[in-house]
């Protein structure tokens, strides 16, 4: 796929959407923080749940350590290896109050450092709390890159290096939620809506594969 390509593929994107932003519910670095850790193999909608129930209570480190294990547990109890992730949280919120002073910092090295922080949630922070041009890959992102053949790769690395060389850059800070939303609700895994695609004549997914109706 060619530059040209890929700048039409991200105008059409934009266009349609033109501030798209993550589907987790917060309103803090921290917040978005906390919700990304408890993300992973989960789906936006529980995290929601979840927060919407926690954050009023405690939406700060020491708020949350007020609550102690037990207390953090009850409220993210329906999220899958909820026992993990509070453990993760608390010690999380631990290191913040005694490193940071209380506050999410915005550089890779620090976030990565922190407990249930890996380098995708550590790209989805400095991405959406702070604006950084990062890709966080995960599977939408990973699958999409390769069907269209914007950014093929082996691994989530690959692509994610791959995409952070050949994004035009008007368009990089906006593309991780742009690609995430496409494969959610469009390029989905098992069924593409290829048919009601805004890039359809744009993708390089073989039409032998596509396996779908045209919408009429």
Partial sequence: MNKQKRTEIFTRLRDQNPNPTTELNYSSPFELLIAVILSAQATDVGVNKATDRLYPVANTPQAILDLGLEGLKSYVKTIGLYNAKAENIIKTCEMLLTLHNGEVPDNREALEALPGVGR?????????????????????????????????????????????????????????????????????????????????????????????????
């Avoid at 914007?150 to 742009?178: S, T």
């Avoid at 995430?180 to 593409?192: D, E, F, M, S, T």
Wanted: proline share 5%.
């Fill in 120 to 216: 995708k949630t550590a790209n989805v922070v400095l991405n959406t709390a702070f604006g950084q041009p990062t890709m966080a890959v995960d599977t939408h992102i990973f699958r999409v890159s390769n069907r269209t053949g914007i950014a093929p790769g082996k691994n989530v690395l690959e692509v994610e290096k791959r995409l952070l060389r050949l994004v035009p850059k008007e368009f990089l800070v906006d593309a991780h939620h742009w690609l995430i939303l496409h494969g959610r609700y469009v390029c989905k895994a098992r069924k593409p809506q290829c048919g009601s695609c805004i890039i359809e004549d744009l993708c390089e997914f073989s039409p032998s594969k596509k396996n779908v109706k045209k919408k009429k």
